[in-house]
């Protein structure tokens, strides 16, 4: 069986002097309606990090986010992982699509219950950020 492959972005950016990590909310099964990070399955024949980076254009339109690997992850559905760090300096115009119905960036001490293992990744970015 050949392995499923995904990637996920933990975008961050200070808002008021504080880190935010931005959220999507989801639009499709599965995990309808809530919150979670940037990403999605690689495609046959593409690299991790042109997939987070395709990943992160087609669902907020972000397109100059510079990403280090973060982590990599297995979620409860045998999916394998890899999670990216990224820092955001451009402005949000966000638009709705067929995968995300809304955007939302929020402190890292608000995060609320993510979709999957989003919840593993974003507290794995937070200690290497040292956030508290």
């Not at 961050?12 to 979670?36: F, T």
């Not at 999605?40 to 991790?48: F, N, P, Q, R």
């Not at 999670?83 to 929020?106: D, H, M, P, T, Y």
């Amino acid at each position: 069986m050949p392995v499923k492959l995904a990637v996920d972005a933990v975008l961050i950016k200070i808002i008021k002097d504080k880190p935010h990590v931005l959220l999507i909310k989801r639009k499709k099964n599965p995990y309808i309606g809530m919150y979670a990070l940037v990403g999605g399955k690689v495609e046959t024949g593409e690299s991790l990090e042109s997939a987070i980076a395709r990943e992160v254009k087609e669902e907020v339109g972000l397109t100059e986010v510079k990403f280090t690997k973060l982590h990599e992850f297995m979620n409860e559905a045998g999916w394998r992982s890899m999670a990216f760090l990224g820092e955001v300096q451009e402005e949000l115009e966000f638009f709705e699509n067929k995968e995300v119905s809304g955007i939302r960036w929020i402190a890292f001490d608000e995060v609320p219950q993510l979709a999957s293992n989003h919840n593993e990744m974003v507290e794995v970015a937070k200690k290497l950020l040292q956030i508290s």
